[in-house]
Every structure is written in structure tokens, then in C-alpha cells.
């Protein structure tokens, strides 16, 4: 007889999280409250205040889940060995698939401090991922993360954002992606 195995049964975290991800995306953070979060997880509402201090903890919890998705993505997704300019297309190219498919509801980091303004924990991570961004943006590029060049990815990459939340327009993305190709391949061709 060949045995089964059935993955662990998630722990009421890990529920209060995905149940979290999914409705801050859907409807933002401040018009989710902590008790339809429960009933979504399907968990009592006391588990949510043994794993989570306060709803901004419970925040805070998915932005560092949310950054660190981020990070395996991208990473996941560059190809060191390609052209400077098509590896800053791919990052563009995620924004745009996102909205193809009707997932993108715009920059988690950016969505929760304007949500949360006087939250340092989250303002903390989102600074932390506005770093990170950076230094992924001038490494792809070539150029010092203190450069020019990758504060003009950044608002590229900040418009396309705008761009996808706004109008979810794929038209205006391509845009940010080929003037930020551009700006790559002239600093390749500099250097």
C-alpha cells in the first residue's frame, strides 16, 4: 500500500497572514478590519493576539512577508548573463503581467505608508525595501546606487507603479520600461 503524504495543515499565523495579504491587497489596509481578517483565516480571534501584538504588528508581519517575496521574485527573475537593457525590461515586465492578469493592486510598501503615515515600524520596512529596490535597479544597470542613473530607474519604476495602479495601462508601463532601457544602454555604452 503506497503511503500518502499531505502537506501540514497551516498554522494559524501563517492563515492570519495569507487571509491579511490577500484582503490588504483587495480592499487596503485600513478598510480591513482585524475581525473579518479572522473569520477569512478562519481562525479565533484571540490566535491573532498570541501571534500578533496589533493589527499594525500583523502589518508589519506582512511587509516583511511581502519583501521577502519580493526578493526571491526579482532574483528569481534576473538573468545576470543577459544585455543590462533586457534585465531592466524583465523588471518592468513584471509590473505589466501583473496587470494583464488583474493581480496588480500597486506597491504593498507605498500602499501602507500612505495608509499608516505615522507608523515607524512600517515606514521602517518600506524604507528598507525602497533601499533594496535601489540597489537591485543600479546593480542591473551598472551604475552606483547613489548614481543619477538609479534615482531616474526609481521614478521610472515608481511611474509604471502609478501608471499600473492608476489606469492599468500596459501602454504606459512599456514606456517607463523603454525610456529606463534607454537610460541603461546609454550608461553601458558610457562605460
Not at 25 to 34: A, D, F, K, S, W
Not at 43 to 57: D, M
Not at 108 to 130: G, H, K, M, Q, S
Amino acid at each position: 500500500m503506497e503511503s500518502v503524504t499531505t502537506a501540514p495543515t497551516p498554522s494559524a499565523k501563517e492563515r492570519l497572514l495569507a487571509s491579511a495579504r490577500v484582503l490588504f491587497h483587495e480592499r487596503g489596509i485600513n478598510p480591513t478590519g482585524i475581525d473579518l481578517i479572522v473569520r477569512q483565516a478562519g481562525v479565533a480571534k484571540a490566535s491573532l493576539y498570541n501571534n500578533f501584538a496589533s493589527k499594525e504588528a500583523l502589518v508589519v508581519a506582512y511587509l516583511e512577508q511581502e519583501l521577502d517575496g519580493w526578493v526571491r521574485k526579482v532574483h528569481g527573475q534576473d538573468d545576470p548573463l543577459a544585455q543590462r537593457s533586457d534585465r531592466i525590461a524583465t523588471v518592468f515586465e513584471d509590473i505589466a503581467r501583473a496587470v494583464e492578469s488583474h493581480t496588480f493592486f500597486g506597491c504593498p510598501f507605498t500602499n501602507a505608508v500612505i495608509e499608516l503615515p505615522d507608523c515607524a515600524a512600517v515606514r521602517v520596512v518600506a524604507d528598507r525595501y525602497r533601499t533594496m529596490l535601489r540597489a537591485h535597479l543600479a546593480e542591473i544597470s551598472g551604475a552606483d546606487a547613489a548614481s543619477s542613473l538609479a534615482s531616474r530607474l526609481v521614478l521610472l519604476y515608481d511611474a509604471a507603479i502609478t501608471a499600473a495602479k492608476m489606469g492599468r495601462d500596459d501602454g504606459m508601463i512599456s514606456e517607463a520600461s523603454a525610456l529606463a532601457q534607454e537610460l541603461v544602454s546609454a550608461h553601458t555604452t558610457k562605460a
